[in-house]
């Protein structure tokens, strides 16, 4: 069972708009920054958000997070085929002293 | 070219140990902090292992605390994680991946991940 929850699917249509949630406590997400990691299977993980709003170069601004309390959220707008994918939150734990990672988001583009 | 390499993995018995490694190049390795993470096949990500960039300082998981050991050398730029104990749960893809951890910029690169599969 994941430190970090976030509900194991969700889907949407091209061009929909669709929000990631990922639930924790005051020892990881309510004091530190949210990330949110894309993955395909195979391949390397990608980073698409770090605290909790900043996006990396090359990272579309069709992606979006925010914080709120002891929850993070990735917003995807003008969803496409190739954003088909895994999604992770990840946040410091104080009380782990370690990071911790979401069980994952699986998107499927309907 | 920002490159990241992990090696080592194969199969191994229950209770055996590997030792996997990570080769660096297109960056200054010496800058960065390091960690592993696995992914259990089916199941999602899950951190086990930062070192700071001096070596000084490393974190683990409690899943691999007293097992795992987590090591790098800046002149090699090669960062290592050697597993003992190894036990059926530990098979999984490793990663390793960079950040730097007081910028709170994230694992912004990751290497391709290797196999690591605990069987008789």
């Known amino acids: 069972q994941s430190v970090l929850t976030q509900p194991p699917s969700a889907s949407g249509t091209p061009g929909q708009r669709v929000i990631l949630s990922c639930s924790g406590s005051?020892?990881?997400?309510?004091?530190?920054?949210v990330y949110w990691y894309q993955h395909l299977p195979g391949t390397a993980p990608k980073l698409l958000i770090y605290?909790?709003?900043q996006r990396p170069s090359g990272v579309p601004d069709r992606f979006s997070g925010s914080k709120s309390g002891t929850s993070g959220s990735l917003a995807i707008s003008g969803l496409r085929s190739e954003d088909e994918a895994d999604y992770y939150c990840?946040?410091?734990?104080?009380?782990?002293?370690?990071?911790?990672f979401g069980g994952g988001t699986k998107l499927t583009v309907l | 070219e920002v490159q990241l390499v992990e090696s080592g993995g194969g199969l191994v018995q229950p209770g055996g140990s590997l030792r996997l490694s990570c080769a660096a190049s297109?960056?200054?390795?010496?800058?960065?902090?390091m960690n592993w993470v696995r992914q259990v096949p089916g199941k999602g990500l899950e951190w086990l292992s930062y070192i700071s960039s001096g070596g000084n300082t490393m974190y683990y998981a409690d899943s691999v605390k007293g097992r795992f050991a987590i090591s790098r050398d800046n002149a090699k730029n090669s960062l290592y994680l050697q597993m003992n104990s190894l036990r059926g749960e530990d098979t999984a893809i490793y990663y390793c991946?960079?950040?730097?951890?007081?910028?709170?910029?994230?694992?912004?690169?990751w290497g391709q991940g290797t196999l690591v599969t605990v069987s008789s």
């Open positions: 605290r909790n709003n």
């Open positions: 991946a960079r950040e730097k951890y007081y910028d709170n910029s994230g694992y912004d690169f």
């Open positions: 990840a946040a410091w734990d104080d009380s782990l002293s370690g990071r911790v």
């Open positions: 297109g960056f200054t390795f010496s800058s960065y902090e």
């Open positions: 005051s020892s990881n997400i309510g004091s530190n920054n």
